[in-house]
Nanobody, 111 residues
């Protein structure tokens, strides 16, 4: 059974930073790519960042230069460092791995 557990969300002022972490159990993350998605109220879930390896990453245009995704195969975790946060980054953030999803974690950015 594969399980994903997100942590690190919360409330932050615009311009601030948060670091999300996703811990995976049940399968080594070295077996595939991992991603962070988000869903704001009344909007569709969208890709934020995806990582295959440290040199193979993909970001949504809206977060390029502000967010950084990284993975630690030894710890079986994937992190999302979010800097220069904006109110429009407010959403529930989900971790994704090989067709499995975490439950999501709230990130709220106040103006």
């Amino acid at each position: 059974q594969v399980e994903l557990a997100e942590s690190g969300g919360g409330l932050v002022q615009a311009g601030g930073s948060l670091r999300l972490s996703c811990a995976v159990t049940g399968r080594p993350i070295s077996s595939g790519g991992m991603g962070w998605y988000r869903q704001a109220p009344a909007k569709q879930r969208e890709l934020v960042a995806f990582i295959i390896s440290s040199t193979a990453t993909n970001y949504a245009d809206s977060v390029k230069g502000r967010f950084t995704i990284s993975r630690d195969n030894a710890r079986n975790t994937v992190d999302l460092q979010m800097n220069s946060l904006k109110p429009e980054d407010t959403a529930v953030y989900y971790c994704y791995f090989r067709d499995f999803w975490g439950k999501g974690i709230q990130v709220t950015v106040s103006s």
